[in-house]
């Protein structure tokens, strides 16, 4: 069925393919009959996964790795003077960036498309339960592993696909869109985009490409979102979120230790008011809360029952890396979270302080992702941090980047303590972090490792 855009024929060559949006790509695309395979310098799950339903994988980056290929496909982290690159370049390669190559092999399908700064994979994850649970049997490709699936990506029988958008580098414009949920807009990507105007004017694009027989749904809480809203030429959308001119005005929110139960009035033109009661939500935060309201918006939208959706969000079991709990001891509970943005990482301590015994102490573990978000977002990173009683700061995760020498540790760590008003102590790596846990934690203790680098692995290997 895909024919007609990319041969069966072609062999397709994963340049980073150990990143979450491009192993889930090719595990699709292999899964379809396309000839796959890829390179990645990283040992990990993902890679892993890839390897299972047997994806050939070179572990280094080199030009021979391309030598039988006819197309490549780069991850937004791959740069320019990538061996495998240049030698695609000098061939007269066909270069598809994840975006681009996603549009192709999902054109034929009918798409919900999810992007926004943050909540997307959360959001990803749950219309992808709804749908599955209404047996609609979707394609997914996620950012994100699904605890349900033990994958971020799944080949479907139906004309569904569910989609994350990662919108880092543009190429989410070029996906076919039928309906679409925009979560947020944020300061992120700036490097990409330049400056935060044009990133905001990427998402009225997006935005203004709904069609007609579909629809766009807006979070109309978000600050940035709602000053785009009067510039959306098409005005095929509907809005969530707690304020009252929402169409899908979320109230009467608690928020358990375990999970939410909030109740959903929906206002739509020329329709009678109803309300949802009792929604429960396996997930803690008003920021999931907002994610559920999108999903459910959408699916009630697209013909699935209320009751298929209250279903799914009470069975839903979450997602790796968001808010996951690692291990238990002693009473001290060990959290691992993605996050890495000031917003987030706010997010996620607010849930945990609202939720929490107020007796027990928060201890937020941080290893910053990249120097530039570092350095264009100090003084937000460093207020992020006003829920936990304790900041254990390791050093920048680059990502790749250069070192920045004029990045001082010991500055930063003096912002986070003056603006947070919290205690702040450095570690130089995982070998310090588990001494510090060892000589200092007593019991009760709720530790939360945030960050997109590495930090995710030294708690999961911590032998305590």
Request: hydrophobic share 40%; net charge positive.
């Amino acid at each position: 069925m895909y024919k007609t855009a990319i041969g069966l024929n072609e062999r397709i060559h994963f340049i980073g393919i150990g990143g979450i949006g491009m192993s889930g790509l090719a595990q699709v695309m292999n899964t379809l009959g396309f000839k796959i395979q890829g390179s990645d310098i990283s040992r990990s799950k993902n890679v892993e996964r890839c390897k299972k339903i047997g994806i050939k994988i070179f572990s280094s980056h080199n030009k021979k790795n391309i030598n039988n290929c006819t197309i490549v496909v780069k991850s937004s982290a791959i740069k320019n003077n990538n061996p495998e690159i240049i030698a695609a370049k000098k061939r007269k390669l066909t270069i598809l960036k994840r975006g681009e190559m996603l549009a192709h092999v999902v054109s034929l399908k009918k798409n919900i498309v999810i992007t926004g700064s943050h909540g997307k994979t959360t959001t990803t994850s749950l219309i992808s339960k709804i749908l599955s649970e209404a047996k609609l049997d979707p394609t997914i490709i996620n950012g994100g592993v699904i605890n349900s699936l033990n994958s971020n990506a799944r080949l479907g029988k139906s004309d569904w696909a569910v989609l994350e958008a990662d919108e880092s580098d543009g190429s989410f414009l070029n996906l076919p869109i039928n309906y679409s949920v925009v979560t947020n807009i944020d300061k992120e990507h700036i490097d990409f985009y330049k400056n935060f105007n044009n990133l905001k004017n990427s998402f009225i694009k997006f935005l203004n490409k709904t069609p007609a027989a579909g629809k766009a749904f807006v979070c109309i809480d978000d600050y940035q979102l709602k000053k785009i809203i009067p510039k959306i030429n098409k005005k095929n959308f509907l809005t969530y979120g707690f304020s009252t001119r929402a169409n899908f005005q979320v109230f009467n929110a608690i928020y358990k230790k375990n999970y939410s139960i909030f109740d959903l009035r929906i206002s739509l033109p020329g329709v009678k008011k109803i309300t949802i009661k009792k929604i429960k939500l396996n997930l803690i935060g008003s920021h999931n809360v907002l994610n559920s309201a999108a999903s459910i918006a959408l699916c009630l939208h697209i013909g699935i029952s209320i009751n298929v959706i209250k279903t799914s969000l009470k069975k839903f079991s979450g997602i790796q890396r968001r808010l996951t709990k690692v291990f238990k001891i002693n009473g001290r509970e060990f959290f691992d979270d993605y996050a890495h943005h000031p917003t987030e990482i706010q997010s996620v301590l607010k849930s945990i302080k609202i939720t929490s015994d107020k007796k027990r102490k928060i201890i937020a573990v941080f290893q910053p992702h990249r120097y530039s978000r570092l350095k264009l977002l100090k003084n937000e990173f460093a207020s992020s941090f006003k829920n936990s009683d304790l900041v254990i700061l390791s050093p920048v995760y680059s990502a790749g980047e250069k070192i920045d020498k004029q990045y001082d540790e010991m500055n930063f760590a003096k912002l986070i303590s003056r603006n947070s008003k919290v205690q702040v102590i450095t570690i130089k790596n995982e070998i310090d972090l588990r001494k510090f846990f060892i000589k200092n934690l007593l019991s009760n203790e709720i530790v939360i490792c945030l960050g997109a680098g590495s930090i995710s692995k030294w708690i999961r290997e911590m032998n305590l």
